[in-house]
């Protein structure tokens, strides 16, 4: 019988994807001895429906861009190839199917903003039996209280936060401050070249 693959799950709308993001998920990666992670950009982000971001195909891009030197790091569209809101339960139902895998454990990587809500998630208990839920966590940033309701269910592993948001970066370059150290060389040129977020 083939070994389990570990594969973990990093969704977000990146929106650009930037240098936390790949901090974070390579710590995982090590961390848990994951055997790869995909990056998943959202379509439309289930409590943000109304949040203004960049197209599907231009966020595909910079994700391409930032990774393609990555092995262990690989790109699922499924929830760009919807056109409704992404909802976690769906992606996880559809997720081994879709990319084609067996014999998998998913590994389901959030941050911990999003436990804090994730009694507002679709089928919020059924997610957390389909998947590992890996919270990342920043240093003195989150309630203990939160962090013991879901003790038992959640793996909190020591990753280093870098305290970058795509907000900050999309705001920086709106107003015509410094940003470049931010993102990778390959998604610095690719935001110059589209004259992105002006």
Known sequence: MSKIQKIGLFGGTFDPIHIGHLVVAESVLNELSLDNIYFI???KHALKSNKKIT???IRLELLKTALKDFSYF???DIELKSSNVSFTIDTLKNFKVYEKLSNVELFYIIGFDNLSEL???KDNEKIMEMAQFVVLIRQGGHDE???NKYKNRIIVPKSPQIDISSTLIRQRIKENKLWKSMVTPAVQ?????HNLYK
């Open 189 to 193: 040129k690719y935001i110059i070249r």
């Open 119 to 121: 009694h507002l998630w």
């Open 55 to 57: 197209s599907p195909e």
């Open 74 to 76: 690989a790109i699922s």
């Open 145 to 147: 209280h939160l962090i």
């Open 41 to 43: 950009p959202a379509h």
